[in-house]
């Protein structure tokens, strides 16, 4: 059997041994089944549900070993089960340093609460740890969710999804500087840089200028493929007890038009 469909069962086999627990539901009586949904599995790794149904399918044959890093912490798998992942996608674990950032429940279960509020709880260096469904169908078409910065300069669409491309990029770039300052030699640090480095000249750029700035509030207008330009604004916010972890929420102003769209997005998303 190829391979790439030894992942969708072994991936499929895991998710349904999971424990619910992880994604803190507001009413755990309520479950029918146990284990966890492939939609509570796509928002905690970063990823789409489709990107994510595709794997379980065996119509992704190109998972990155950062979705795979994600997966690894979403579905609790040990030292065994980890390399057999890795095996089964021809990918070599990511290293981080001897740490794993995992995120409360009791935050995801808060996040999930907002119906038209997109957001995210991002780790030290960027990457998307939880994401709220309003964020999964804000974010719908991007390939890359789970590391902001692999969004903004690996995918394809992030050019014609940021209304302000360059000005974002600046940003997140900048925010990493931040951050790195702390423990510059840290090994999943420097392996995202390289692979930033790599694959963008743009990101190879900004990098060298070494501009460092705490953007707790950012602009981010962004044009969604169904409800057109959304004027939002990312507010972070320190996540006490973990340290290094942000809250990203993506607001717009109260009675705008952008906020109506929002509304009228996510609604359609919930129907």
Not at 33 to 61: C, I, K, N
Request: with cysteine; hydrophobic share 40%.
């Amino acid at each position: 059997m190829d391979d790439i469909y030894l992942l969708g069962d072994f991936l499929r086999e895991r998710r349904e041994a999971a424990s619910p627990r992880q994604v803190g539901p507001p009413d755990p009586a309520s479950r029918r089944e146990p284990g966890l949904s492939r939609e509570e599995v796509a928002m905690l790794a970063g990823v789409s549900a489709d990107f994510y149904t595709r794997l379980e399918d065996g119509r992704e044959r190109d998972p990155s070993g950062r979705v795979l890093d994600a997966l690894v912490r979403v579905l609790a798998l040990g030292p065994d089960a980890s390399r057999y992942l890795y095996e089964l996608a021809q990918r070599r674990p990511i290293r981080r340093g001897g740490t794993t950032e995992t995120v409360s429940p009791g935050l995801v279960t808060l996040i999930r609460s907002w119906p038209a509020t997109p957001a995210l709880v991002c780790g030290r260096f960027l990457d998307v740890l939880a994401m709220n469904r309003p964020g999964d169908v804000l974010y719908d078409g991007m390939d890359y969710r789970d590391n902001l910065l692999r969004m903004v300069f690996l995918d394809p669409a992030a050019r014609s999804f940021y209304l302000d491309w360059e000005r974002l990029a600046r940003a997140r770039v900048a925010s990493l500087h931040l951050v790195a300052a702390a423990d510059p030699e840290h090994p999943y640090l420097t392996e995202l840089v390289g692979e930033l480095s790599l694959k963008s000249a743009e990101f190879r750029k900004l990098w060298a200028r070494r501009d460092a700035d705490d953007l707790t509030c950012t602009p981010q207008g962004v044009r969604h493929a169904m409800v057109g330009e959304l004027d939002v604004t990312g507010a972070t916010y320190d996540v006490g007890h973990a340290s290094g972890q942000r809250l990203l929420l993506l607001q717009a102003e109260p009675g705008s038009p952008s906020e109506e769209s929002l509304t009228f997005l996510t609604g359609l998303d919930a129907g």
